[in-house]
DNA sequence: GATTCCCACTGAACCGGTTTAGAAAAGGCT
DNA sequence: AGCCTTTTCTAAACCGGTTCAGTGGGAATC
């Protein structure tokens, strides 16, 4: 750690801070304390006059009321908690998160409230981090996103008693209000424009079956096949990482009668796919076509460029952070249903070339 | 929002809280609130056998202090701070921050400190961030990170008398500890591998030259021509955005004189380069061969594999948080010098095919 | 035995807000 | 004018810790 000469010593520089608190607001404005509280909440009890005096009084003097006082006083923290359990790998090639959390900040940032981030490694970190998230007092509310089946941290929550919202609506009862995007409509629609162009042998890379959007994608996806008339289709469960998805596409290709066509849970596992489709000489979309999920930046920019479905993880974010905040003030918060997934056409798909 | 009767209702759950304070474990133990605090910060002037009772009694009674309490006394939030100013589509492709907000939470869970999160949009709000964490005292130290020249982050952290870590080093003068992974000699033996597979026309896809680590890897590359005796390569600015790394690459491929080879300044990029020499019908390796640079998990499995410069975000992360905490406890931390990012060798470069 | 010193410990102030009980002032009604 | 109600405002308690000045007792010093 070098510090040049020449540079402001830090200490230096915060010389005459004369701490302005709600006392000096009450003194000079000749008031008491808890008027100034109960005019800067305004709440009722305080004459129009004296309201507008009081407040000159604190823009004048810059007041800031303390938020670790206000907390203290009040219990609440004025911050919002996400946790996130992903293996890191899965974590960094998934671009969710960074954009479902740029829309959450869009929202909180204007309101003076912090998103408190945590990543952990497994589910039992998970329960004991919301714990001590509350425990702490850390935060006020949370977000809860992967939903599992039968959610431990939907009666952990509501035992806690701690608000959330959920990302999509879990499998159990919650009392919680759920903000979701429905994946089934994409997942149909890539099967059915699959089915369409003629495929017949259409196979599923499925992501982690404890998570409600891979079971759910998965369901999807046979559902769309029995709707078209085609035969089951084969299904590879993974675990949603791009490593998953390369293995997972080697055992199909690699087998006796391979799919003409592969659905992906999601796009890094697709663009894997791209890459092992390559590496084994099978032409795409020539001799196979492919689809993802999630429509990330990669997608239009990969060859051929990659058909998938377009979710919004912006927002997502901003809607999840609108009813969290709806819940906290009011008690509650309805369910939200952002538009469905849509499909987006791009050079990965094509008519199969045998038969 | 959906509460089917059969839940238990949040409220009804927590019904008898005794609230265990201070004061109860001081009355239980028979001392004074002032001594329980003292034992359990371990200060001096209590007895041994007292002090054990002390805590005894405290675990006994499940009392873990009131962050929010010590907060106000102590003026700390026990708390660090991430500001991240990108363009969303930058930071939704590049999987460095999930990686490395990932080794600053390995460091800072067990010490019971929580991360604070922000996401802007642009570097006015960014300023603005920083300052209100301070003002509201949400934050004890902050990470800087994506340094800009001249950065204007500097002044102000240490005019506010925030403790900070630089995630590398800045170009001005800063009282701040600096984490660094020096990211020249990867850059270098990228081009030296490249000159030594017999390339003599090599180009390079930089980044913002806003950014430092975009400067320096540009830097890097002109510096490793000349070593290489090889003449100037030409060089195209971006954003380090995919979309921009893939009109550079179709700006530098339909030119009279294409390169044989192209470093990138990240890996996304790369990708994105990689998809547009396929779609102009230029094979990679043989007829153009491609780096990148921070070995994200896609490198390994596009085809053909991308041949990049493997930092390690997670312990970079993990490197910070550690400094950052030393910081603020001793008022002083050394810099961190981080193993040099390595060249990776994979499929994506070859010798040069004409000549 | 008196003085000094040290150590363990207490009581109260303090951090900076919110909240409540109740006093003072103002207004309404007969 | 006298009484009751309502409104405006104050004082003090409270949130739950930390910290500091000061008390009391025991050992060490002379």
Redesign the interface.
Known sequence: ????A??????A??STAPKVTIEVVAKKAGVSKGLVSFALNNRPGVSPETRVRILEVAKELGW?P????R??ST?R?Y?LGLVIARN??V???D?F???F??GV?SIL?PE?R????????DEE?ELH?YR??V????VDGVFVSDLRHNDARI?LL????LPAVTLGRPDG??????VTVDDTPGVMASVAHLATLGHRRIAHVAGSSTLLHGLRRRAAFAAALEAAGLPAGQTVETDF???A??DATRRLLTQDHPPTAIVYAND?MA??G??????LGVRVPDELSITGYDD???C??????LTTVSAAP?VWGRSAASTLLT?MENG????VDLPAARLVVRGSTAPPSDR
Do not use: C
Not at 114 to 121: E, Q
Not at 158 to 161: K, S
Not at 332 to 335: G, M, N, R, T, V
């Open positions: 750690m070098n510090i040049p020449n540079f402001p010593a830090s200490t520089m915060k800031k303390s938020l670790r006082a907390s203290l219990q923290s911050a890191p790998d974590l960094a090639s671009p998160f960074p954009s959390i740029a900040e940032a003076g912090a998103l408190v981030l945590s990543v952990v490694p970190t981090t001590s998230l425990a702490d007092g850390r009666p509501a035992e806690l008693g009862p919650s009392p919680f209000p759920a990482s791009v490593a998805g390369s890094p663009i894997a791209l890459g092992m489709a390559h590496e990330i930046d990669f239009r920019y990969v060859y051929p460029p912006m819940l509650s918060a309805d369910d």
